[in-house]
C-alpha cells in the first residue's frame, strides 16, 4: 500500500507545487515567498512530530537521534529546487515543460549516481528508455 500510494503522495503534491509556484506574483520577492512557504512548511511539520510523538513512546529530544548532516543538505537543496522553479516559471517556462524537462534531466544525471554510488543495475530496456527521454528533450525545445 505504501508503495503506491508514496508515489501518488508526490504526483498530487508536484501538481500542487508546480501550479503554486506558477501562480506566485512576480512582484513578490522570491525569498520573502520562500520565507512564508518555509514557516507554513515549518509549522506543518512541527504538528505531526507533536501528534506523531503522541503515538510513539520516545520522547520528543529522541526523534532528533539519528538526524544528521542530510538535513541540513537536503534545506539547502529544496531552496535552490525552490527558488530554481520560481525563477524558472517567472522567466517564462510553460508550467508543462519546465517540470518535464526538469525531471527527465534529473533523472538521467542520477543514472551515474544509482549505478556507481547505490550499486543500481542498469540494463539495455533502461538505456533504451534513456534514449527515449534524450529524444524527448530534444522534440520538445525544437
Known amino acids: 500500500m505504501i508503495y503506491v500510494a508514496s508515489i501518488i503522495l508526490i504526483v498530487v503534491s508536484n501538481v500542487f507545487y508546480n501550479i503554486t509556484q506558477k501562480s506566485t506574483p512576480n512582484g513578490a520577492n522570491p525569498f520573502a515567498a520562500l520565507l512564508v512557504t518555509y514557516l507554513t512548511a515549518a509549522i506543518v511539520t512541527a504538528a505531526a512530530l507533536i501528534i506523531s510523538q503522541r503515538r510513539e513512546v520516545r520522547g520528543f529530544s529522541e526523534s532528533f537521534r539519528g538526524v544528521n548532516w542530510t538535513s541540513i543538505v537536503l534545506g539547502i537543496a529544496i531552496i ?17 515543460r519546465a517540470s518535464l524537462i526538469a525531471n527527465i534531466l534529473l533523472a538521467i544525471i542520477l543514472i551515474p549516481v544509482g549505478i556507481f ?23 520538445m525545445n525544437r
Do not use: H, N, P, T
Open 80 to 96: 535552490g529546487l525552490e527558488l530554481g522553479f520560481l525563477l524558472a516559471f517567472r522567466a517564462g517556462w510553460d508550467i508543462s
Open 117 to 139: 554510488i547505490y550499486k543500481e543495475s542498469f540494463s539495455l530496456q533502461k538505456a533504451v528508455g534513456v534514449a527515449l527521454c534524450i529524444a524527448g528533450l530534444f522534440v
